[in-house]
């Protein structure tokens, strides 16, 4: 990784958010607020889902995949910075997309367009369900708060009503508060049940009485498929691998150097804290973790812990809406005075496009009602071209002459096509163990239907 303060040249473009006088300012965040988005963005719904995939791999594998993929996403947030601040007019991996596959083609605008479009479609998509992720888990947490109370559906939808309202927040220095709320009540909820888990006497969702089996070993059972093993360890990569979220907020920043700054603090306590709660989770319940970890602790906890993260996924959702729609928001209206202009054009669009996206976040999680397959999901088929394959074709647009330069030169071209292929086998290796986990969740029964008023919460009776 590059130390801080390296001098990148940078291109002769317009920044996104170039305001003229009485136009609205987008760029005056700090790097400490950009730290607490990101950190927001990727802490409240990863930790949530990343204990039980443990049960799959076992403590050490699980252990290694939580600090190499914590590692790979790092480094594949700075590549993305170090492009973006040599690009200042980009504002989305997919205007990334688009210049790199320029450099890298010779100019050719026909395939630079086609590598954009794509991008923006997956990058949408993996946002939207980002959306219908965080809707799904507000409406577990009502259901598990007001036992529940009425028709799943309802809590989705106001749910989705909630995000949309505080993703319409305009400028991310604004939610800055909401992060904030939003990451201490997360923490707060985990070491609830972090705590009550640990002092158990055996897991909550264990037989009440008699003998049973933990489930905490070293290493994944023999008889564990590569589909279960390698969703997992998706799961574990998806719970870090929304850097292409990191992108837009530089485009907000007063100082877009400093973002590298807040890349280390977020991955360096994403890492870290995910070591820690895993682990110590999976020690003390084993093969009868929940997922969402929050009701792994018994019904009594499980309340008490949802209540109190409530606040966080709204925010994360906020987050997920406020990325989708401005990634629209930009697109309809770039190059126009209407971007950062007060009028009613700038405010019809806008609302638009958080209030839509939101609204296609809630058919999703309406459509795909399990938690720990969805964020599979996601990191499969969303952040694995967008999180891997992309920053290190960005890489190749930054260092074109590598590949037949000096040995070192080559050696770093042979490192990064490794990371890219690596790329490859994230997204079509994990799509295809994905459709075969999800299958199969059918098949059993062990998952709700499309739209269904059920209970999704998953309460352990006493």
Request: aromatic share 12%; charged share 10%.
């Amino acid at each position: 990784m590059p130390i801080e303060g390296t001098v990148l040249p940078i291109h002769s473009e317009k920044e996104v958010f170039s305001a003229g006088e009485g136009d609205v300012n987008f760029r005056n965040v700090s790097w400490q607020r950009a730290a607490i988005f990101m950190l927001k963005m990727t802490f409240a719904t990863g930790v949530l889902s990343l204990p039980a995939s443990l049960n799959s791999l076992g403590g050490v594998a699980g252990a290694i995949f939580i600090v190499f993929w914590g590692v790979v996403n790092a480094y594949m947030a700075v590549l993305q910075g170090q492009f973006k601040i040599r690009h200042p007019s980009l504002h989305t991996v997919a205007d990334g997309a688009h210049i790199a596959t320029m450099d890298l083609s010779g100019g050719s605008k026909r395939w630079a367009m086609f590598a954009k479009e794509i991008t923006e479609f997956v990058y949408l998509v993996s946002w939207l369900l980002c959306t219908g992720l965080t809707v799904l888990g507000i409406s577990i947490a009502m259901n598990a708060v007001s036992d529940h109370g009425t028709c799943t559906v309802a809590f989705a939808f106001v749910a989705y009503l909630a995000v949309a309202i505080l993703g319409s927040i305009r400028k991310i220095e604004k939610t800055a508060w909401i992060s904030w709320v939003g990451f201490v009540s997360i923490v707060a909820a985990i070491l609830i049940v972090l705590i009550a888990t640990a002092i158990r006497s055996r897991p909550a969702a264990a037989p009440p009485t008699g003998d049973f089996v933990l489930g905490f070993r070293a290493f994944p059972l023999a008889s564990v498929s590569f589909s279960s093993a390698w969703s997992a360890a998706l799961i574990i990569y998806a719970s870090s691998a929304n850097t292409s979220g990191y992108v837009p907020v530089i485009s907000e920043m007063k100082y877009p150097q400093h973002y590298f700054k807040a890349v280390y603090v977020t991955m360096s306590w994403i890492i870290v804290s995910y070591m820690i709660i895993g682990m110590v989770m999976y020690r003390y319940a084993g093969q009868w973790l929940a997922t969402p970890a929050l009701g792994s602790a018994g019904p009594t906890i499980k309340i008490i812990s949802y209540a109190v993260a409530l606040p966080s996924l709204l925010a994360s959702g906020m987050i997920c809406v406020h990325i989708s729609g401005k990634s629209v928001f930009v697109r309809v209206l770039r190059n126009s005075k209407h971007l950062t202009a007060n009028t009613w054009q700038h405010w019809t669009v806008w609302l638009a496009s958080t209030f839509g996206t939101g609204l296609i976040g809630w058919v999703i999680c309406e459509a795909i009602p399990f938690y720990g397959s969805l964020v599979s999901i996601i990191g499969s088929l969303g952040f694995g071209p967008l999180g891997i394959c992309l920053p290190v074709i960005m890489w190749y647009s930054m260092h074109r002459g590598y590949r037949k330069g000096t040995p070192k030169q080559k050696a770093l071209w042979a490192f990064h096509t490794a990371i890219l292929i690596m790329g490859l086998f994230v997204t079509i290796g994990g799509t295809y163990a994905n459709i075969v986990m999800i299958v199969q969740q059918f098949q059993d029964g062990t998952v709700g239907g499309v739209f269904e008023c059920a209970d999704n919460s998953g309460t352990v009776d006493s």
